[in-house]
């Protein structure tokens, strides 16, 4: 094909793509509307300000990615897309913020674990922002290495009951959840303690998490659809037997 062939197809492919109707999105859930899942989604007020700190590629996955639907599910919460946060704004806004006392929910050394120790908070005297990375753990631990931010802040972190139930995904390690299920589990130890009242609200979440997973198993097992997931993992069990499971870290400490 030579150059002048190659252009007039680009040009006729442009053309034609202008020409497709373009999909309509969800405002709430950011999902397209024959694949909505507002009908499964309850809000959820809380006391505890929740900011998730999107990586961009998180954000391009509206089909199984889980933030948009915890933001969604949280009134008091809001969403700041980025990989290092040292120099955003609005991050440094609420960390300046005398009114309200920021953590980061990720795991460390240092890192209070709501689910066994005793967390001290007064919320008639500060609000408290819990800011959560909504990315994969690989790339979780790049924007708190990179953010110098993030990392100044205290850490909060608690004890999943649970392997994770978002089954259309395989995550890195046994311990390891999604940020809806994250939240879920992080808002019932606050209530443990005492710091919300919500009555059990939160389990509404995995309610989501099911309705997601639910939907997609049932496009994959639809043989009239297109998929790019089919056969795309690599079992964990396979995965387990690799020289880097034992000695890899997904922290930064």
């Keep these: 094909m030579n150059k002048e062939e190659y252009l007039k197809r680009k040009k006729q492919a442009s053309e034609d793509f202008e020409k497709e109707p373009r999909r309509v999105v969800c405002k709430r859930c950011r999902r397209t509307m024959n694949s909505c899942l507002c009908s499964s989604i309850v809000s959820i007020p809380t006391k505890t300000k929740f900011v998730l700190l999107m990586h961009p590629m998180e954000a391009k996955k509206e089909k199984v990615g889980t933030g948009r639907l915890t933001h969604a599910s949280l009134p008091n919460s809001e969403v700041i897309m980025g990989i290092d946060f040292t120099n955003d704004s609005r991050v440094n806004e609420l960390i300046g913020d005398k009114t309200k006392s920021c953590y980061v929910m990720y795991p460390g050394k240092s ?31 790049k924007m708190m290495k990179l953010s110098q931010n993030l ?60 309705a997601l997973v639910d939907y997609q198993i049932a496009c994959e097992e639809d043989p009239n659809r297109q998929t790019y997931r089919r056969n795309a993992f690599t079992p964990v069990e396979k995965r387990k037997k690799s020289v880097k499971w034992r000695s890899r870290s997904l922290f930064v400490d």
Aim: net charge negative.
């Design 151 to 210: 990392l100044e802040l205290p850490r909060l972190c608690f004890d999943p009951e649970v392997k994770s139930r978002f089954e259309i995904k395989q995550q890195p390690m046994e311990y390891c959840l999604s940020t809806i299920e994250s939240v879920h589990y992080f808002l019932g130890a606050l209530e443990d303690q005492g710091h919300e009242q919500l009555d059990g609200a939160q389990e509404s979440l995995l309610g989501t998490l099911k």
């Design 111 to 141: 890192a209070i674990n709501i689910s066994s120790e005793v967390f001290e908070f007064d919320y008639t005297k500060k609000e408290l922002v819990v800011f959560v990375i909504d990315a994969t753990w690989p790339c979780a631990k």
